[in-house]
């Protein structure tokens, strides 16, 4: 069973870069779609982006223009970079593969990790 | 892009009880990228039915899943205290708002 850990900072300054890395275990990286989904707090779900294990990327377009991801696959963890940031960006950011290759259904999700951001 | 509305917004019901959440795409969409997750305070999401209608693995047969075209439909056949949780419903990269459903 493959299991995901996001880790990065709690706390991101307004402007800066917020900087996530996700940490597959128990599985390789080498396939699927890897994605970043997040959750303003009482809020609902909100699909960032996914980068293939072959680095092809897809984003939400309404965040493309500050996002960037990217993969490791000799640590076998891939990243996120969201830039210029704001107190909207506020949430809970998770990392999540999909059941089946060439599905988009998530069922491996890590256990999330609150970034806020003030100043 | 596909919306995707979620109804209601909150149900109040008691265990026991037998429950349909309703999920309204704005257009015809291919119901096997239709998938279904619960919720609950502080944890990831939990898939909980795939392709509109499969259960997910180790998802109890109480829940399941139904539609085509741009309604879909999740129903809870028996409440357990365990369902009362946040249901989203997804297509692509699409997630509904949810639907809560609390104790009366």
């Known amino acids: 069973q493959v299991q995901l850990q996001e880790s990065g900072p709690g706390l991101v300054k307004p402007s800066e870069t917020l900087s996530l890395t996700c940490i597959v275990s128990?599985?390789?990286?080498?396939?699927?779609?890897w994605n970043w989904i997040r959750q303003p707090p009482g809020k609902g779900l909100e699909w960032i982006g996914y980068?293939?294990?072959?680095?092809?990327?897809n984003y939400n377009p309404s965040l493309k223009s500050r996002v960037t991801m990217s993969l490791d696959t000799s640590k076998n963890q891939f990243s996120l970079r969201l830039s210029s940031v704001t107190v909207a960006d506020t949430a809970v950011y998770y990392c999540?593969?999909?059941?089946?290759?060439?599905?988009?259904?998530?069922?491996?999700w890590g256990q999330g990790t609150l970034v806020t951001v003030s100043s | 892009e596909v919306v995707l509305t979620q109804s209601p917004g909150t149900l109040s019901l008691s265990p026991g009880d037998r429950v349909t959440l309703a999920c309204r795409a704005s257009?015809?969409?291919?119901?096997?990228?239709l998938a279904w997750y619960q919720q609950k305070p502080g944890q990831a999401p939990r898939l909980l039915i795939y392709?509109?209608?499969t259960r997910a693995t180790g998802i109890p047969d109480r829940f399941s899943g139904s539609g085509s075209g741009a309604d879909f439909t999740l129903t809870i056949s028996r409440l357990e205290p365990e369902d009362f949780a946040v249901y989203y419903c997804?297509?692509?990269?699409?997630f509904g708002q949810g639907t809560k459903l609390e104790i009366k």
């Open positions: 257009q015809s969409v291919s119901s096997n990228f």
């Open positions: 980068i293939y294990y072959t680095g092809s990327t």
């Open positions: 997804q297509y692509w990269e699409t």
């Open positions: 999540a593969r999909p059941s089946v290759a060439g599905r988009f259904d998530f069922d491996s």
């Open positions: 392709g509109a209608s």
């Open positions: 128990g599985g390789s990286i080498n396939s699927y779609y």
